[in-house]
């Protein structure tokens, strides 16, 4: 937590495989916005968003990182002095899902297993091409102690919830 004039700042992740729609997140969340088209992520980007939370200003550093393999071991260094971390995978796609172990692992190693996360399940406007239940999705949080939701950026379904819930939680430790 930084202190800069009467801002909060705080540091928050997104993390998952390639194509599972960090980057679509992060402008739904911050630009009200949703792309089409893909454009890989190459090593790591960020944007900034403030909000209003309880009379105080909360300065959030949203960095998207880059899923492919190539570009693992430049992403995780990013994870240091994180306050919380969105850990997707894309409901289609089962391999994604499968390596939300290791990116829980990785996030333990180089964030702590202290700091504050929720596994999301994105594209569930893609119901008719789910190969990951609802239900795995929450027994895999719940073997985390994370909480769990499934959005959509491109449909806008539970981004602004995912930030909200994730924020609460940060300053419950922080304040």
């Known amino acids: 937590m930084d202190r800069m004039a009467d801002f909060l700042l705080l540091k928050i992740i997104l993390v998952g495989d390639a194509l599972v729609g960090k980057t679509c997140i992060l402008q739904r969340y911050v630009d009200h916005s949703f792309n089409h088209s893909y454009v890989s992520t190459i090593g790591i980007d960020f944007k900034v968003k403030t909000l209003h939370v309880n009379g105080r200003f909360i300065k959030l550093q949203i960095w998207d990182t880059a899923g492919q393999e190539r570009f693992h071991t430049i992403s995780t260094r990013y994870f240091r002095g994180a306050h919380g971390l969105l850990i997707i995978y894309d409901i289609t796609n089962v391999k994604s899902f499968d390596n939300v172990v290791g990116w829980t692992k990785d996030v333990d190693t180089n964030a702590g297993e202290n700091v504050d996360r929720i596994i999301l399940g994105n594209k569930c406007d893609l119901e008719d ?17 994370v909480k769990f939701l499934e959005t959509s950026a491109k449909e806008n379904i539970n981004i602004e919830k995912a930030f909200s819930i994730l924020v609460e939680d940060i300053l419950k430790k922080v304040t």
């Open 129 to 145: 091409k789910r190969a990951v239940s609802k239900e795995k999705g929450q027994q895999l949080a719940w073997e985390h102690g």
